[in-house]
């Protein structure tokens, strides 16, 4: 059959251009995979997407007119329903046939196959392929209920009486193949070959579309529109590169910007604008927020990296005398400079410790108080973790950025851009002259603020935001605050990770249980819930750290294997990690892991407690004999290796008891009808069970 290419497009104000990209990619997507699976495109062709401010369309390759007939096999009914016992058709079976547009003749097509324990009649069935409109239409109808619109509108049609939803109201609709239009609707719209260019620099209007090859050039060339999200995104980074190495400087490095402006422009045109150099006196991140979120500038910086007065503007327009479009851009970005460097004067008039009372003021949460007393909650546990791991100097350092970690919240700056809280709170504190490991404590104490994100760059830094993120999190768990599904309204599941990462990557030999605990001692909490809650907050967080083990590559076993055992010291776990899967090369591994297994499942069964003790003078078979004096050599040298934090030797030095374990569950009965030789035996089996789990649980390595 032959074909041709597609085009639709749906003309629309202008769309939100934070979720421009994915509404282009999905519109284009689901009406594709649609016009698949009714069988009208061949398997060589090919999907383009287009998006920009105003439009969204789709551009398919080797699309069919008509779809080919298929054959299918469709069941009717049971044989006994269908056949009477001379094989003959019964009424029930020709009134089935006749609802199919067929009469008795087609009996002789039928076809006996197996359904179940029974029989049934079955008959292929000839389907003609759907043609292009109809199969259009109903690809156009899913795409359009399907498009993952942040937020619908309602609006009116022109008949004054109908109303439509769409994410922006609709102006008109295209569908071509080749260069014949096809007859869809949708919003309210007929579909035709016209569309409109941009909204001051097209050359003609309407533009009308030739063909479904034609139009991403017609729209550049008559409509001055880049269609492509793609080649216009990288047409704005060519020309910031261009405009920047103009001056020998470069710009800000930001893909949601880039793709937030992308979505703005239709032909981008990127100018150079500067402000008065005094400004620079405010924090360049200051001056960077309000450029990039207010003004959507791109800031420019020097070679070392600071920023400069100077700043590109993408525009969507492209006037002969650009001055104009410069100066208003400088105009409208000064009063925000000047704001902000107003914010930063009057903010530095009072200290940090000055704005301690109003925190007083701020609600944290209404179960638990204000900000003041979140404060000093977080005080208490970063002195104590302080004291434990760097003494009374660190502890008072800590206590001094734990004190003045939140005080930022109450200035104007912060207040203005909430995104500056921490970074401007070290600002202020080097203005006063402080330490600047509690300076740089007070903006680190955030991170990591995200999966990836850096850790605080000092030991100050890490004691405060472990403090904080602990106080979150067993704060609110407290509370019953705890996520459910897919909703974590506190991002209790960053800070759990962020939890994980600080006493893993710092290394902090902190006991996680007590850890826990003493954070929440700090809380009114119940006592009799307390050992329950203390659980509930680490399988919480064992929950996350198994997820982010195997994301950075470890299997599902060697985790299983490593976290069954509850280690609470969580900076010794990629160590112990490393010696799973060391042990999982050896040759004896596999027999072992079984082994242990088995001796997990025997131990389980026993009701009370097995004491790993053996009564050599009870051992009689020889295997039991030759296993527990392997045991006895074994045991006390991985138990030394394993106190001295090597866990690859120690697990290394199990290789030695393949042998004498495989001839003991070969050659010995456990539950011996001798009461104490049983015993003996369980204990023996305690004794081994022991010696091989101390690294991780090595029966989860089983097959």
Known sequence: MSTKNLLVELFVEELPPKALNKLGEAFSSILFESLKLQGLVEDNSAVTAYASPRRLAVHATNILAIAADKTSTQKLMPVSVGLDASGNATPALIKRLNGMGMDESAVKNL??????????LFLDVMQKGIALNEGLQIALNEAITKLPIPKVMTYQLADGWSNVNFVRPAHSLVALHGGDVIAVTALGLTASNQTQGHRFEASVSPVIVKSADSYAEQLKTEGAVIASFSERRT????????AAGKENLKPIEDDALLDEVTALVERPNVLLGQFEEIYLEVPAECLILTMKANQKYFPLLDANGNLTNKFLIVSNISPED??????????????????????????????LESRLEGLNKVVYHNKLGSQGGRTERVRAIASAIALVIGGNDLATKADKAAQLA??????????????LQGIMGRYYAQYENLND???YAIEDHYKPRFAGDELPRNQVGVVVALADKLETLVGLFSIGEKPTGDKDPFGLRRQALG???MLIECKLSLEFSKLIQDVLSKFKAVSNTEAAMIQSIKEFCFDRLSVNLREQGASPQEVDAVLSLNPEILSDIPQRLAAVRTFSTL??????AAANKRVSNILKKVEGEVKAEVNTNLLQEPAEIALNEAVSKVKPEADKLFENGDYTASLK???????????FFDNVMVNADDPALKANRLGLLATLHQTMNRVADLSKLAS
């Open 111 to 120: 076809t006996k196959q197996a359904d179940g324990k029974n029989e049934a």
């Open 235 to 242: 047409e704005i980074v060519r020309q910031l590169s261009v």
């Open 437 to 439: 490991d509690i300076a």
């Open 322 to 351: 650009p001055s104009a479009v410069i100066g208003g851009n400088e105009r409208v970005v000064r009063p925000r400079l000047a704001d902000a460097k107003f914010f930063f004067d009057q903010d530095r008039k009072k200290t």
């Open 499 to 501: 939890i994980i990462r």
């Open 653 to 663: 030095t199990l290789a030695a008891l393949k042998a004498p374990v495989d001839a």
């Open 587 to 592: 040759d004896q591994a596999p027999a072992l």
């Open 406 to 419: 939140k005080t930022d919240l109450v200035t104007d700056m912060v207040g203005e851009f909430p995104e």
